[in-house]
């Protein structure tokens, strides 16, 4: 088994290092949410994935923040494909969701899904063109870039 | 011990510029920072030096220097310290100095070269590898690696120091220029030339006897030793290859004897590389053979290909197309691909045959360039993570389609082989600018030839892999499709998935 696979390329964690902590710059222009607990971010110890807890969602959603999960196995490489949000105890909360984004309405809801408690949700940032500069990941694509997009779209 | 060097052309124009400036007339330093990475199955611990079009160069203005006349050139200790805080910092493991004897043609070290050369390592042993050691904060923990380079108006130098040798300096073996054409630069006062066999005086006249030696010199990695792939490595050997490393996993069937060269009935059941390796052999008992039984994918194929010092593919997968750019990029390894299809039926049918050449740092890569190389969602679905891939067949967005029957013909191989072979020996030869895309069309009639003046497409600044990627060789995993990796992958997934929803929550 190949042990930098596994962990990431210190290099690789740096730069993951570098996104959460531009994802919680984001978060933290966000009032506390209504269970009132702080919004959150952070890097699985595989560097696999990162983990959102209390991510903001626009008004009219009750509650008005999820829990997301963003895999980032191929970052940089590729943006995230798709998100996962927490549905254990939200089936409400999904329900509104679903009729904003129509790809997790399908069976991957009522299936087993493969990360317990998590729903995949189909989301394509920019068509998947995904312009990443390591040496500035602010001027390019990023992955707060990603899910402010996202934000922006639950919204509409 | 074996030392090669691979350095981007932009780099190498931006060091001569600086240094070999006309009306030049001190002596300059500059560094910059390299990877360095095992040469595979030396025992001697031989190491291949990376320079890619994005490492940093550090070119110093004349104050920066201590002392600076013709002969001799000192760096302010305070600028040196300054650089090697940063050098610490960044991820590369190699250290390059290079200054100039901009008085003389050919550069040979000198015996002040010697003693400059002997102390920074002594520094960089005994003071800074044990200060990285002792301060992580300052930057990764490491060996360093430290190469010495002279530039002469014509020549140069280059050599490995390591005092923790018997021998402290290594010599460089072979010292590369990747860019819009390749060059191997002679490196001090070079070798005799060797005599060129006569098998190749047919083609004297115009492949000049320097490139001659340098084909016979090249170690060259195909990758796909299907029908396409044994046109490819006889055509290779018959040019004055010297080296094939064969890669694939695959063996021969009854089918692929209307195109498989050389192949005959006690071919099926063979595995492709070996037995293409055995027909080579007999042919070309001088070549430098390896044969690699295993998957492209396969560390085991990574690890040969960091040996080669080109790739040549004739590949009948995007997915191991998509894996090679990288390989391209993370290696500093200039690429050619060969491609064909026969379509359509009837009144309908065509031949179509391709080339293309990824130059690392150079060219565009496979994913930033505007031509569509490969059907870039569909191959990615290969590579995505188990969860997502699941996730996503069961929400359909993915339907599994049952694998195709692809049409296939000897002579429509040959014609992407004898492309391909053409483009090659130019990318060395020269006699035109380097194509980087062929197609070409039999029905239509068409022959459409994109090269490095005609579509001189540079590397996009926001490719991640142009630039995360380039010249980090082994130290970031290649793309492998999940079907090799999925075990380990998703267990460590789902488990650290449920352990991140325990309620004690730390701040990123
Ligand atoms: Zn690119």
Redesign the interface.
Known sequence: MNLNSLLGSPRKLAQLRWEVANIQAFLDHFDRPLNGESRTVQLGQTAEFLTVRNFPLPDGYRPDYIDLLVVTDNFPATPPIGLYVLHRNNQALIGQLQRRFNAFADQAFHEAPPIRDYTWICYHYGGNAWRYRADQPARGDNIRKFLASWFAESNQ | MKVKVRIAASVMERLRAYHLAPGKRAEALSYLWAQAYPLPDDPDGGLCVLVPHTAPLMLFAPDCFLRQSGGNVQLDPAVLNGLLVRFAAS?FNCLVNVHDHWFSEQATFSGVDDRDDRIFDRYLRERFEPMLRRHPHLG?ARPIFNLSVVLGQQGLDARLIDGRRSRDFAPVNSFDVVGDRFERLAVGLGSAPQTLDEVFDRQRDFVPAAQQRLLAALDVALVGCGGLGSILAEALARLGVGGLVLVDDDRLEATNLNRWQGGSPASVGQPKATHLGERLRAMFPRLRLRVVDRSVFA?EAERALSGCDLIVGGLDNDEARYHLN?VALQYSLPWFDAGCAVTGVGAETDFRVRMFAILPGVSACGECTQYILWD??RT?EA??????A???R????VLDAPAARTPSVYAVNQRAAALLETELLNYFCGWRPTATMISESWRAGTFQRADRENFPETP??????C???AG?A????L?RPRAM?AA???A???L??????TPE????
């Open positions: 991820s990764m560390p990288r870039r969602e990615l590579f995505l993570d188990e969860a997502t699941r996730s996503r069961a929400a359909g967005y996009d600044p926001e490719c991640p892999i630039s995360y990627y980090v082994q130290t970031e995993p793309p990796h380990t992958s998703l460590g997934l789902l650290d998935a449920q352990s991140t929803q929550v730390h701040h990123g």
